[in-house]
Nanobody, 129 residues
Framework: QVQLVESGGGLVQAGGSLRLSCKAS????????MGWFRQAPGKEREFVAG?????????YYADSVKGRFTISRDNAKNTAYLQMNSLKPEDAAVYYC?????????????????????WGEGTQVTVSS
């Protein structure tokens, strides 16, 4: 299976942008749907965005980020991305990428962390007001 490493987090002012990357090891990256989650202190891990496996391109977003965040993937680079624009203080959290294998039944995305089988270590995003 793949292993995931996130990068790109940091400190940004409200209204600014960041692009997170999720680099996967292994040769089967394209066989996984990918998701981004976030977890703020004292809160549960919540779904942010998901993208289908392969070159399908289907995406799904949480309402809280729709129109501001964009998930994408480059299968040739074994990397998934989360472009975050118009950041708000409430977007501050540790952001995790996760992989969902295609053999799992149901949709390509899951709103529950339990729908993913591989997780990265996370990257911190801080938004100053």
């Amino acid at each position: 299976q793949v292993q995931l490493v996130e990068s790109g987090g940091g400190l940004v002012q409200a209204g600014g942008s960041l692009r997170l990357s999720c680099k996967a090891s292994g040769r089967t990256f394209s066989a996984y749907s990918m998701g981004w989650f976030r977890q703020a202190p004292g809160k549960e891990r919540e779904f942010v965005a998901g993208i289908n496996y392969g070159d399908d391109g289907s995406t799904y977003y949480a309402d809280s980020v729709k129109g501001r965040f964009t998930i994408s993937r480059d299968n040739a680079k074994n990397t998934a991305y989360l472009q975050m624009n118009s950041l708000k203080p409430e977007d501050a959290a540790v952001y995790y990428c996760a992989a969902r294998p295609t053999w799992l039944s149901g949709s390509y995305y899951s709103l529950s962390p339990g729908g993913y089988r591989v997780w990265g270590e996370g990257t911190q995003v801080t938004v100053s007001s």
